[in-house]
């Protein structure tokens, strides 16, 4: 098992940059792939980014894609989400998962493990 605990959210204007981070404790992290998950009040939670468990592969919801960027640690236990250029619309909850020996999936159902999720908002 893995408990994953994100940090790093916060209040910032459009147009600006945050990093939020995910620590995870437990079984070998270098083995897990990972993902950041977001929700909105009112809506469903969307993926937004995935990094494999090896090769650092990555894959982008859209809505991010160009803004975006997922990378990981592995000495550190960590995955990041540096997130540029923010928008209104990327206010939300934001979820980090994991998924032992996994790919770069998009789906919730294909993840585990979840963390408590950090709150981004961002002010127009």
């Known amino acids: 098992q893995v408990q994953l605990v994100e940090s790093g959210g916060g209040l910032v204007q459009a147009g600006g940059s945050l990093r939020l981070s995910c620590a995870a404790s437990?079984?070998?992290?270098?083995?897990?792939?990972m993902g950041w998950f977001r929700q909105a009040p009112g809506k469903e939670r969307d993926f937004v980014a995935a990094i494999s468990w090896n090769h650092g592969i990555t894959y982008y919801a859209d809505s991010v894609k160009g803004r975006f960027t997922i990378s990981r640690d592995n000495a550190k236990n960590t995955v990041y989400l540096q997130m540029n250029s923010l928008k209104p619309e990327d206010t939300a909850v934001y979820y980090c998962a994991a998924q032992y020996f996994g790919g770069v999936y998009s789906r919730e159902r294909d993840y585990d493990y979840w963390g408590q999720g950090t709150q981004v908002t961002v002010s127009s």
């Open positions: 437990g079984r070998a992290f270098s083995n897990y792939a």
